[in-house]
Nanobody, 123 residues
Framework: QLQLVESGGGLVQAGDSLRLSCAAS??????MAWFRQAPGKEREFVAA???????NYADSVKGRFTVSRDNVKNTMYLQMNSLKPEDSAVYSC???????????????????WGQGTRVTVSS
């Protein structure tokens, strides 16, 4: 059973940067993605990356966040720059065994999830 463990969350000020990591317990060639959920809000797509390195982003983070993956280390990263208070949320990584060359933006297409890491951005 594939396991995912996120790390790197924390409390930062607006304008700061953070890098999140998602370590997979085994090699995977499937699509990987980051989602986030703020209190009282629905979970939303943030960014995804496939094994080839192709990426896609939510409009709200495009130009500020960069998703990448190291297929040797079985790890996905999310570099978050110019953080805003509205970026505060629990960030979770996910793997979809339904997608390889592309990635879905829909959480229900992802069948493996990490426990999440909290990011808080103060103004």
């Amino acid at each position: 059973q594939l396991q995912l463990v996120e790390s790197g969350g924390g409390l930062v000020q607006a304008g700061d940067s953070l890098r999140l990591s998602c370590a997979a317990s085994e090699r995977t060639s499937y699509a990987m993605a980051w989602f986030r959920q703020a209190p009282g809000k629905e979970r939303e797509f943030v960014a995804a990356v496939v094994a080839s390195g192709a990426t896609n982003y939510a409009d709200s983070v495009k130009g500020r966040f960069t998703v990448s993956r190291d297929n040797v280390k079985n790890t996905m990263y999310l570099q978050m720059n110019s953080l805003k208070p509205e970026d505060s949320a629990v960030y979770s990584c996910a793997v979809s065994t339904f997608y390889v060359v592309s990635a879905s933006r829909h959480a229900n297409q992802y069948n493996y999830w990490g426990q999440g890491t909290r990011v808080t951005v103060s103004s």
